[in-house]
């Protein structure tokens, strides 16, 4: 019976339960100096530097950061549209009659993927040297194998029935393809490769933090000098460059009426007529986009034959396995593990608990809306030294830098989800008298609770391959163990740590999945009327936000 | 006495032209009062209007002879009084019909009652009662909301307005999208629950429905034609309001 469980709204509350234990914890981990440090951090962001010399160095950053991005995701958006192709099990079953060359590529695709573009950009740098193709290579490779599965999901939860058609009017299968699955397709495909390019410049940011050059690495630099001032100048800038393209990749969604890249509620289908008039500007703009990645290679000095030449690696020791083994193994996981669940559960709970308890203020969701827009860009690692100003190096400290990120990330999720829900029981709840706390906890709560959490699976999913990020903290697990044998080129224990590494994160990705699909299939709670989210697990659109023909 | 809704020249703006051009009309405790016109022609405005969801641009509204609070405690307290049929019902689809009748007391619970009501059953006999009254079985207070049929929720709105013990009562619609027969028996239900100390306001595009009802007021492009009692009521005057066609008064 339903009434046994609890209502979603509770659900939704439920992972900020783990507050308590963090605020047990918390007092035990204040190390008793950096307060004032953390109070003139605070106070610089309403007095950045102006000196003209900061900001040259920081807009030169930023160009470098963004052309990073620009290049690292163009390349991701052409080899996965490829890779994404080849690893369709329609398209194989259409042209060959097999599927098993679709199902192989897709379980090799899964290994790329699963490491972060911070390990790759570390271990190509060790490979290649300090060279700008290092990091666009490094976002390149696991983009690309999360466009690819993106792409090859899609077209393989597409409805079939009109390719049948086509094919049974003797129609060649490459044009039956094209004709069939291409319109449904791309709106989708366009919102998701924006909401990539967003997340490519994020990942830029944060390769700098580890010294691959850009806005990151100055970031870096003021904060550990402790120049906080001219920290706040390169932040604000950042947060401009981010606002923008956040806006105008908005703007044009809304102009090709694709489909929110996060979006939890059924995109509106209406995108016939608009999209063919959008198309001609979209071709455009690709066509725009060709001579861009050129000049920028070339202002960058990126060059593709680069990543062919190796630099003499320092001296291989014979690889000591016995020692490989000896590495605390269990200690290492469970860290990950615990790292993971806490910082997922302080993003996912505190977004709601958040709104719930600023409810009766419309103004103060306005601040809280800035605030996670500054926490969505600050790169984790940055806020993790920021931190140990005031906390011991632990768990606990990167599971705080690593959750505020991704607050940031589903507090806007969870906003904009809000938005969508319909209204009027909200309205109808205020009407009867409700107090605006109430409200929101039985209205719009209910109502976007089920899709929220099983985003929230997903992302913990995405936290796990990213605690590598927060690893620079310390006894954080897996992740600061392998910065550690990097640094101290033992190849044996980095292998051996990218494999369980690797496996884990795809035991959480399956994980994840399953719970995400229960969440969204629980017998009797889901709305009938409800469209039905799509089987498939997508990087960053879970819940149903692709338009179904 | 004090009315228990009073409209003082009320004008709401609109894009084209005003939605409500200078209305004024008093509600009696025990009255039940048909609001007819042809659709569009401002009734679903002037609801809004009374049930303090749409603040006029000009004129005055009055509960209890008194305009709406300042304080949000003493607003809420307000609007506690006022119930709501609207027309797309606003359920709260994700809880049970249980929690959805209870939502109706959120103005009166403290707090950790309201949370309470999200984890385990509250309230069961007064909800059952609810239920009964509006020709529900009683095993449906478990079930969510999106699981019932169109008919099962519209009875849940209307034992959700029973139980807010509301004595204003204002009804959007509620006949219009019901076959003849159903619209008959709702009617006859929403009637049986209009006496003293209660008032109701239904809005009606059937002019045929008009048995039972104390009083009729006709609204046209957002004017008010007439406000009259049942019983003086006109073919004249509908056909006034409809523009000629199918006025028919049925009257008891």
């Given at each position: 019976m339903a009434e046994r469980s609890p209502a979603p709204s509770l659900l939704l509350l439920l992972?900020?339960?783990v507050l308590v234990p963090v605020a047990i914890l918390l007092p035990s981990q204040v190390h008793g100096g950096g307060f004032d440090l953390i109070g003139r951090f605070l106070l610089a962001a309403v007095q950045p530097s102006l000196e003209p010399l900061v900001w040259r160095s920081a807009l030169s950053g930023l160009a470098i950061t963004a052309a990073m991005a620009l290049l690292g995701w163009a390349a991701s958006l052409v080899g996965g549209l490829l890779l994404g192709l080849a690893s369709s099990c329609t398209l194989w079953q259409e042209t060959t009659g097999h599927r098993w060359p679709a199902q192989g590529l897709r379980r090799l695709l899964a290994l790329p993927r699963s490491i972060h573009e911070l390990l790759w950009g570390l271990l190509l740098l060790q490979v290649l040297g300090l060279r700008p193709v290092v990091a666009v290579a490094a976002i390149a490779i696991p983009y690309s194998a999360l466009v690819a599965r993106v792409v090859a999901d899609q077209l393989d939860g597409l409805d079939t029935s009109r390719l049948e058609a086509l094919r049974c009017a003797g129609v060649p299968a490459p044009a039956a393809l094209l004709t069939a699955l291409g319109p449904p397709l791309l709106p989708s495909l366009l919102s998701y490769g924006g909401y990539r390019l967003e997340c490519a410049l994020r990942s830029a940011t944060l390769l700098g933090v580890f010294g691959l050059g850009g806005l990151g690495t100055e970031l870096r630099l003021t904060l550990q000098s402790l120049a906080f001032q001219e920290l706040w100048s390169g932040l604000w800038l950042l947060f401009a460059a981010m606002l923008l393209l956040e806006q105008g990749l908005a703007l044009l969604r809304r102009r090709w009426l694709a489909p929110r890249r996060l979006s939890l509620a059924a995109p509106k289908l209406a995108q016939g007529r608009r999209l063919e008039a959008g198309g001609r500007e979209l071709l455009l703009l690709l066509l725009a986009l060709l001579p861009l990645c050129w000049v920028v290679g070339r202002a960058l000095g990126v060059h593709p034959a680069d990543l062919t030449t190796f630099q003499p690696l320092p001296p291989l020791a014979a690889a000591d396995w016995r020692q490989t083994l000896a590495l605390p193994w269990p200690s290492l996981i469970a860290n990950t593990l615990v790292l993971t669940v806490l910082a997922a559960a302080l993003a996912v709970g505190l977004a709601p608990l958040l709104l719930l308890l600023l409810a009766p203020w419309p103004w103060a969701q306005a601040l809280l809306r800035l605030a996670w827009a500054l926490a969505r860009l600050w790169p984790p690692p940055l806020t993790a030294l920021l931190l140990l100003f005031v906390l011991q190096p632990g768990l606990l400290t990167a599971a705080l830098a690593l959750g505020v990120h991704n607050l940031g990330i589903l507090g806007r999720l969870l906003l904009e989800s809000l938005e969508e829900a319909p209204s009027g029981p909200h309205q109808a709840l205020l009407l009867m008298g409700s107090g605006p706390r109430l409200s929101l906890l039985y209205g719009p709560f209910s109502a976007v609770a089920r899709s929220y959490l099983a985003y929230g699976a997903y992302r913990a999913d995405v936290m796990l391959r990213e605690t590598v990020v927060v690893g620079l903290v310390g006894a954080t697990g897996l992740g600061s163990q392998l910065l550690e044998s990097l640094t101290a080129f033992a190849w044996d224990q980095l292998l051996a740590l990218l494999v369980v590494y690797a496996a884990l994160t795809l035991l959480g990705e399956d994980l994840s999945d399953r719970l995400r699909r229960r969440l969204q299939g629980a017998p009797g709670l889901v709305a009938s009327n409800r469209p039905k989210p799509l089987p498939a697990a997508v990087e960053a659109s879970p819940p149903s936000p692709f338009p179904h023909p | 006495m004090e009315p228990l809704l009073e409209l003082e020249n009320v004008t709401v703006r609109g894009q084209d032209g005003p939605r409500l051009e200078n209305i004024s009309l008093q509600l009696w405790p025990g009255e039940r009062v048909a609001l007819l016109g042809p659709s569009g022609a401002g009734k679903s405005t002037l609801l809004a209007v009374a049930n303090g969801g749409l603040a006029p641009d000009r004129g005055r509204l009055l509960w209890n002879g008194r305009p709406p609070e300042r304080s949000r405690r003493l607003r809420r307290r307000q609007q506690a009084g006022i119930g709501t049929l609207w027309q797309d019902l606003r359920l709260i689809e994700e809880l049970t019909v249980q929690q959805n009748l209870n939502s109706a007391r959120l103005a009166h619970w403290p707090w950790p009652r309201a949370w309470l009501n999200l984890l385990v059953p509250l309230d069961t006999q007064a909800n059952l009662e609810a239920l009964a009254r509006v020709d529900l079985e009683p095993q449906l207070l478990a079930r969510p909301v999106a699981a019932l049929s169109g008919g099962q929720r519209q009875r849940v709105a209307i034992a959700r307005l029973l139980r807010q013990e509301a004595s204003l009562w204002l009804l959007d619609e509620?006949?219009?999208?019901?076959?003849p027969r159903r619209s008959q028996e709702v009617l006859e239900l929403l009637l049986r629950f209009g006496q003293a100390p209660r008032a109701f306001l239904l809005s009606l595009?059937?002019?045929?429905?008009?048995?039972?009802?104390?009083r009729g007021i006709g609204l046209r492009h957002g004017h008010l034609c007439f406000d009259l009692p049942a019983s003086a009521l006109q073919e004249e005057h509908l056909r006034e309001l409809y523009g000629g066609a199918d006025a028919a008064v049925s009257h008891g």
């Open positions: 992972p900020s339960l | 509620p006949l219009a999208s019901l076959d595009h059937r002019p045929d429905l008009l048995k039972g009802f104390d």
